[in-house]
């Protein structure tokens, strides 16, 4: 199946940490994306992990991945009100000419 | 350097009509998606095109069809538009074809009435 799945909201104060968790269907997804969409806008790339890797930091972004248990997750250090907006999961099908399949999307609201 | 570029940002059709929906990859990406986002969903595939071929299509009905040109920008055509069309249109490009670094433009909005 396509089912990528998410939680749909997550609420948090300024200065806290955030974890979006993502699980994931198809074990030979070679790389597997996190993106952020703001209202009205499109998306944008965050970050990437192969999937040989159990971690990928990247400044204030830490990325795990569970390949076991196909679980992804986003961590987001410090957490801003600038980051508010809809966090995506995505796998990449490499036998589809590499064609993205996507969650749900995760609603963050960073509150004050 | 310019991102991925989408145009037009919004548009309104009326059921029955066609649309043309444009996107420039960024400059070197030889790579082309296209994916339709209803409100409140995340993105579907909808085709992928590598050097002016097509390498992979999602689940969309035939009315939808797309073509890659020699400079890779890319056009999005749909026939017999239905109120359910009404979505955000993504295009995605991409270094090579299955490329790993996959950058999304700004996305045409568009709704039929």
């Known amino acids: 199946g396509e089912d990528v799945e998410q939680s749909l909201f997550l609420s948090v104060r300024e200065g806290d940490s955030s974890v979006i968790n993502c699980t994931y269907t198809?074990?030979?997804?070679?790389?597997l994306y996190w993106y952020k969409q703001e209202p009205g806008a499109g998306l944008q790339l965050l970050t990437y992990?192969?999937?040989?890797?159990d971690m990928k930091q990247d400044q204030r972004l830490t990325v795990l991945l569970n390949k076991k248990d196909k679980h992804l997750s986003l961590r987001i250090a410090d957490t801003q009100t600038g980051d508010s907006a809809i966090y995506f999961c995505?796998?990449?099908?490499?036998?589809?000419?590499?064609?993205?399949?996507f969650g749900q999307g995760t609603e963050l609201s960073v509150k004050p | 350097d310019a991102g991925v570029t989408q145009s037009p940002t919004h548009l309104i059709k009326t059921r029955g009509q066609h649309v043309t929906l444009r996107c420039s990859p960024i400059?070197?990406?030889?790579?082309v998606s296209w994916y339709q986002q209803v409100l409140g969903q995340g993105p579907q595939f909808i085709f992928q095109?590598?050097?002016?071929?097509?390498?992979g299509r999602g689940n969309f009905p035939d009315r939808f069809s797309a073509r890659q040109f020699p400079n890779y920008s890319s056009e999005l055509n749909v026939n017999a538009l239905l109120l359910g069309d009404s979505a955000l249109y993504l295009c995605?490009?991409?270094?090579?074809?299955?490329?790993?670094?996959?950058?999304f433009g700004e996305g045409s909005w568009l709704t039929v009435v």
């Open positions: 995605a490009s991409s270094l090579q074809n299955s490329g790993n670094t996959i950058y």
């Open positions: 198809d074990s030979s997804s070679t790389y």
């Open positions: 992990i192969f999937s040989n890797m």
């Open positions: 995505a796998e990449k099908w490499d036998n589809q000419g590499g064609k993205l399949i």
């Open positions: 400059s070197g990406h030889k790579s």
């Open positions: 095109y590598y050097e002016k071929e097509e390498r």
